[in-house]
């Protein structure tokens, strides 16, 4: 606003000042032009008067003339009979002059000098331009007031919008004068009470699905838990210690699903030992994959410490795994490699591959393949959880299906230079690695 104000004003200033400037020049060299012209006609009077009495001209008669004027320097020359008589400074080159012929033959010259002309035609510019920016001052204050006028309640709006996204917004709004801002804010009310109603049937069918989860989990768990402690039966206890270890994780997730959106900050990363996930989870989807003819195959090194959080990332490669199990085809293989300073975890089945046509959007909520029955949430989920712990979940190959969860290497159990090793966990024996929760059962 104050930038196109001033332009207008300058403008305005210009497309008229410039003709008016021009007028108002050549309004003083006529001013002057008829004041020479006065002198002029006054000499002439009393020079002809002179002559007629048969007196002779002199310099005097000329002087009185000259010492009337009091703001010009002008110089009079009259030519008589061959004689010149001049009096006043010199006009030097180029004044202004007009001159005359008297009855008694006499020739009569007035000369304003060029400084003169110059001093009132600049007495004029000077006005032009205190006008001028007389005319731009007011206009840059009347610029300034307005955009106050306009900011202020803008900045209000927008501190307004900025404490009902953070939840402080109390009390009414008061009208800034301005209907669009009034409307806008009043728009921006009704839609941050409305914002704040799902919200609150959002965070109250999330308690309840906490509390109608955690009853049967628990009574499901403590039913586990009374198999375990008193079957006799070698391969029914340890089904139910897996059935205690899955119903573990999903106590695990189901809390950070409904706590998540109430945390301020993000978790803290801690040390994960990727051996003791990727076993459990061996020792989970096992079952599966033999009841569906197909194999499962983890290899992980001794000794594989990441960067992560335990539960999200059990949840991570437990969707990849099922992925596998459900889109793909033929051995799905699980290996971990890693370096000083990152640690890939990849996930690779025989199958058809997927579609090149997803394969750029294949970890966008709401998308699967035309013969998945899912809600296309598990990949974007498991993106989400690895970005958190400071890690990345990438496609790296459309076919063979290739998916690498990319994590950052934490100092583990150091082996001897030359004895690292990578263990094949489909081939070790079930209930190897028993969680230290389990063992303190008893």
């Known amino acids: ?70 703001d ?37 010259r007035v000369l304003i000098p060029q400084s003169d002309v110059r001093a009132h035609t600049a007495s004029a510019i000077v006005l032009l331009v205190v006008a001028g920016l007389a005319a ?34 109390r009390g009414p709004w008061t009208d800034a004068g301005i209907v669009e801002v009034d409307e806008v804010a009043e728009e921006l009310i009704r839609s941050g009470a409305q914002l704040t109603e799902r919200l609150e049937a959002e965070s109250r069918l999330a308690s309840d699905a906490s509390h109608q989860l955690r009853t049967p989990l628990t009574a499901l768990s403590m039913r586990l838990d009374e198999i375990l402690a008193t079957s006799s039966e070698e391969w029914v206890r340890e089904e139910a210690r897996i059935s205690l270890e899955q119903i573990d994780r999903l106590t695990e997730v189901v809390h950070d699903l409904i706590n998540a959106p109430r945390s301020s900050q993000r978790r803290t990363p801690g040390v994960v030992e990727l051996r003791t996930v990727l076993t459990q989870q061996s020792e989970e989807w096992a079952p599966a994959y033999r009841r569906a003819g197909r194999e499962l195959r983890i290899q992980v090194p001794r000794s594989a410490a ?14 990849l795994i099922e992925n596998a199990l459900m889109h793909g085809g033929g051995r799905t293989s699980v290996k971990v490699r890693r370096n000083d300073h990152s640690t890939v975890i990849e996930v690779m089945d025989e199958g058809g591959g997927i579609d090149p046509a997803l394969g750029h959007r294949i970890f ?13 949430v598990g990949l ?30 934490a100092p583990g159990e150091e082996e001897p230079a030359g004895t690292e090793r990578t263990d094949d966990l489909s081939s070790l024996p079930q209930g190897s690695v ?3 929760r389990h063992r303190s059962r008893g």
């Open 364 to 376: 966008e909520r709401s998308v699967s393949g035309r013969s998945s029955k899912g809600t296309g």
């Open 136 to 169: 731009l001052s007011i206009g840059v204050s009347v610029a300034l007031w307005q955009a106050q006028r306009i900011s202020m309640p803008l900045s209000r709006l927008a501190r307004r919008a900025e404490e009902m996204g953070s939840g402080r917004a």
């Open 306 to 319: 990441v960067w992560g959080s335990t539960g999200p990332l059990t949840q991570v490669v437990a969707t």
């Open 380 to 409: 974007a989920l498991a993106r989400t959880l690895v970005e958190d712990d400071g890690g990345r979940l990438e496609l790296l190959t459309e076919s063979p299906a290739t998916f690498g969860v990319f994590l950052i290497s």
């Open 434 to 436: 028993v969680r230290r």
């Open 72 to 108: 010009l320097h002008v110089a009079i020359e009259v030519t008589h009979d061959g004689q010149v008589i001049s009096v006043g400074e010199d006009p030097g080159d180029s004044p202004l002059q007009v001159s005359t012929n008297g009855a008694n033959g006499q020739s009569i």
């Open 1 to 70: 606003m104050l930038q196109a104000t001033m332009i207008t004003v300058l403008l305005v200033v210009l497309i008229l000042g410039i003709p008016l400037g021009y007028s108002w020049l050549t309004l003083s060299q006529q001013s002057l032009t008829t004041q020479a012209t006065s002198i002029l006609d006054e000499v002439r009077v009393d020079t002809d008067s002179r002559l007629a009495s048969k007196r002779d001209l002199d310099q005097a008669l000329l002087q009185r003339h000259v010492d009337a004027q009091t």
